[in-house]
């Protein structure tokens, strides 16, 4: 056989060679190196066989996420075998590598509460086996003979997989990976040996409802993370505490900014100092957008089910509305999105090619009726505001709009310190449950990617990552953790048009069909809100913050000037605070660092007398002495600006 590798370099090899001849045949070096191999887009064990002719990869630790993945499944293995030494009778189910490490569910003895408080013993017994360098041997047998072996250790969720199997795939073979004493259903691959666990910790327990059926057993959720070496499990670690402490859950009830209730579960109350931030943002679209032409629209929170049906929401996306029905039983749906209003307030006008493109946003109220083992802080809410719009454009205007979207994207995030080199364009393409033909998605798809290639910007595939009606353009940013979050998104649709009936008059007097644009940039605000609290630790830019600037008397005859200072400011149209309590002013300067108010400005004697400030700067200290006039004129040019 001929293998390729990924230099363009090919390989002879006799027929029958594994990876692990491969590896060897290029040098010793790589051998030892070697954890699997990767052809056809799967990774593949070491040692099996390779298929003839293929384009060969060896997965070395250096490989990134394909290495990781190896590495974590094999510590679930060996989380598994160290379970069932420790308590016997322990029932096992599957334990697959995740993003950031991995996971086993397990359903432990009668009266055996497992907790974190266990984690050390079971870490001990999990090193034993790492130590013991035991070699990931797999074995494939029938399908009977894997149901009799599980039947007689008792591992009711083993057989059940097999059953599983053998009823939707009629396979009749399965494969086995020991490692010790340990031998568990899976399919693969593994690293050589368990040696190749440098470092790992168990992090979390959890409950889990076996196959996500809360109908079924709840299962004990081990999670877990592992790597090559104690370093880099170290930074890991580390990050993951940085994460704890920048948590926006946390940084909101410290910062005052939004609550959560049982009241309306899913759904965030908003104090007057986050209702400020959210305001800020919305103010920040509709100023964006009116430069832009952009005009904006309210449309109806509940919408009867006939509109819904010709959107297609009722049949693709029905489970995740909010449903209701009028006094005569008609049905009804809460909005969870904007789009089939806009579809109907464009329909209830007639427009000439000379209007278009029409642009309408909606800073719309939505919800979704998500499951309440999924909602997040803000990150995953039943209610939320999203910077919303559609645009309605002719063929020839398709182009030039999207580009304009993709430039009005990268303004925005500007804003908040985001640069090209934060954001990660993806064209995320037909989805498997969709609506129209495979030539509308043909066509759709290939006019998004003339638009990123258009503007030179690189990009990836999201394969089967758009949705149900239309292919799109996700924005990704990386955070300060080193996190990815999706923020906008620009979706193609030619298939609104024609359910809606929606046509304008063009030149030659006939009706055409426009094409529809759904755009939003911040996508929801709540999670864009959630996601800039985590990334900034909490300091918001100058701009935005509820308070920007205190003014602090140091004393009670310093209080008439502190206040005239702060009316001052505020006539300037800044957000100030006057702290006047009988406190002491390093304690209200402390209490205004905690609450991340970017100035504090300080009045005693001198300052009163002369109509002048003692200005510190939040996290920097003391930054000098300004007039009151000032320093409200820089810092109303500053807000103004949206510096950060």
């Known amino acids: 056989m001929t293998v390729t590798l990924p230099d363009g370099t090919q390989l002879e090899l006799p027929d029958g060679a594994t990876g692990a001849d491969a590896a060897g045949a290029i040098g010793e070096g790589l051998l030892r190196a070697a954890l699997a191999v990767k052809y056809d887009g799967e990774v593949h064990d070491l040692h099996a066989p390779l298929p003839g002719d293929v384009a060969l990869e060896i997965i070395t630790q250096r490989s990134g996420q394909d290495a990781l993945d190896l590495v974590r499944h094999d510590t679930a293995h060996v989380l598994a075998a160290a379970m069932l030494e420790l308590y016997p009778g322990v029932k096992i189910s599957i334990g697959p590598a995740i993003e950031d490490g991995f996971y086993y569910d397990f359903e432990f003895p009668e009266g055996v509460s497992f907790t974190d408080a266990d984690f050390p013993a079971v870490e001990k017994k999990m090193k034993e086996h790492v130590k013991a360098a035991e070699t990931f041997t797999r074995e494939d047998i029938s399908t009977d003979a894997a149901l009799e072996r599980f039947r007689a250790e008792d591992q009711p969720y083993k057989v059940e997989l097999i059953e599983d199997l053998v009823r939707n795939t009629g396979v009749e073979t399965v494969s086995l990976y ?68 920048r948590d926006h859950r946390k940084l909101g009830r410290e910062l005052g900014l939004y609550y959560f209730s049982e009241a309306a579960p899913g759904s965030a109350f908003w104090t007057p100092a986050g209702t400020t931030v959210f305001n800020q943002l919305v103010a920040l679209s509709r100023e964006m957008g009116e430069d832009r032409g952009y005009t904006e629209v309210k449309t109806p929170q509940l919408y009867d089910a006939e509109l819904w049906k010709k959107s297609g929401h009722w049949d693709k996306y029905q489970d995740d509305m909010f449903l209701t029905s009028t006094g005569d039983e008609r049905p009804m749906g809460f909005k969870p999105m904007n789009c089939p209003g806009h579809f109907e307030l464009f329909g209830q006008s007639r427009w000439s090619y000379k209007d278009l493109p029409v642009r309408f946003s909606e800073p719309g109220l939505l919800h979704r009726n998500e499951l309440s083992g999924a909602l997040h802080g803000l990150l995953r809410v039943r209610q939320f505001c999203q910077d919303d719009a559609h645009l309605f454009v002719t063929d020839e205007q398709l182009l030039d709009e999207i580009t304009a979207c993709i430039a009005f994207a990268r303004d925005t995030y500007e804003l908040f310190g985001f640069t090209d080199a934060d954001i990660r364009y993806e064209l995320s393409t037909r989805p498997e449950n969709r ?106 830019p100058f701009w935005l913050t509820p308070v920007q600037a205190i003014v602090l008397p140091i004393a009670d005859r310093h209080a008439e000037a502190a206040l005239a200072a702060a009316a001052t400011l505020r006539t300037a149209g800044l957000r100030v605070e006057t702290d006047d309590r009988t406190e002491s002013v390093g304690r209200k300067i402390r209490d205004a660092e905690l609450r991340k108010v970017p100035y504090m400005l300080v009045v005693g004697d001198r300052e009163a007398e002369e109509g002048t400030v003692s200005v510190r700067r939040h996290r920097e200290g003391d930054t000098g002495t300004e007039t009151v006039a000032a320093l409200a004129q820089r810092l109303s040019a500053d807000s103004a600006a949206r510096v950060a």
């Not at 010790?180 to 889990?208: E, M, N, Y």
């Open 435 to 540: 609506l129209g033909t495979e030539e509308f998605w043909d066509t759709a798809e290939d006019i998004l990617a003339q638009a990123l290639k258009a503007n030179g910007l690189a990009y990836e595939i999201g394969e089967g990552g758009g949705a149900f009606y239309a292919p799109k353009i996700d924005f990704h940013f990386t955070d300060s953790l080193k996190r990815s979050w999706q923020l906008g998104t620009v979706q193609l649709d030619y298939l609104a048009p024609e359910r809606f009936d929606l046509t304008y008059t063009g030149a030659d007097n006939a009706d055409h069909r426009p094409v529809v644009l759904h755009r939003a940039l911040m996508g929801s605000y709540e999670r864009f809100i959630g996601i800039l609290l985590e990334h900034t630790g909490g300091e918001l």
């Open 178 to 245: 020991t490692n010790g004493p340990f031998t568990d259903l899976c399919r693969g691959p593994h690293a050589p040996t368990t040696k190749r666990i440098g470092a790992f910790k168990l992090q979390s327990v959890a409950g889990a409802y076996w196959r996500g059926d809360s109908t079924r057993t709840m299962l004990t959720r081990v999670y877990g993370t592992a790597f090559f070496d104690k370093k880099e499990l170290a930074a890991h670690l580390e990050l993951l505490e940085e994460a704890k402490k």
